[in-house]
């Protein structure tokens, strides 16, 4: 939690260090802020999930040959941080002729800009392995997946070690390590043989990782880390009820 602000520290741009203009509660004003449609989306600085109404927004017709599509920019004002995120929406025009309308029947969000990570916040991380989980989710996050399966690659070296096994040993002895010692549950034993193929493939082999195992991967780190540490942290803290 930042004490200044009073927002989540993560999964923001603002956990990563250096990459948030703001370095204290700066009380940004927008001049001649507007009145927007709503709609949800993901701060990409604080973290936070908002329906930001305050804005700006440009709408551009795309005539093609048979169809029209609507797309409309915004720039939304986060609710909670205050600073901007880029959204644009397109609107395929076969719904009423009410531009006006955005509900999420009749527009899709095409891409929003800053992404935050891909990762929740999970409790009681060792800071190194909370720093490479959260560079992990902003890879995915922000359409790399290679680069995110090499670092969930190195993710897992992070979290033997912190576990007991010995340092600067091949990859496979560490996937090893956590199935010998038991932090991966025997019934997705076959997710560890995932781990291990796609993980050596990233770093080894000529060819980019799929989104979808890049996905999967980073899916199941997620799920051995609050096996590893926010379950026995939360317990400690007395708070495994
Ligand atoms: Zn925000």
Partial sequence: MNKKTGIEDYPGM???GGRSPAAGPIEWRWENCQKVPAHPYTCGWCGNSTSSGEGYKSTEKLTQLLSVQ???MFIRICTA???PSI???VR???GPRDYGRLSSELCYINGVFPRGSRGKPIRGLPADVKKIYMESGWCLANNAPTAAVMLCRKLLMHISVSKGAEQNKKYIEYVDFLQKK???PPDVQEWA???RNIGNEANHELKPVDRKDAEDIFDFMEMLMKFVYEFPHRMKSGKGT
Avoid: N
């Fill in 14 to 16: 603002d956990s990563m």
């Fill in 81 to 83: 941080c205050k600073r």
């Fill in 70 to 72: 609507l797309h409309i």
């Fill in 92 to 94: 395929d025009d076969h």
């Fill in 193 to 195: 043989d995932r781990v």
């Fill in 182 to 184: 038991s932090y991966i």
């Fill in 87 to 89: 959204m644009e929406m």
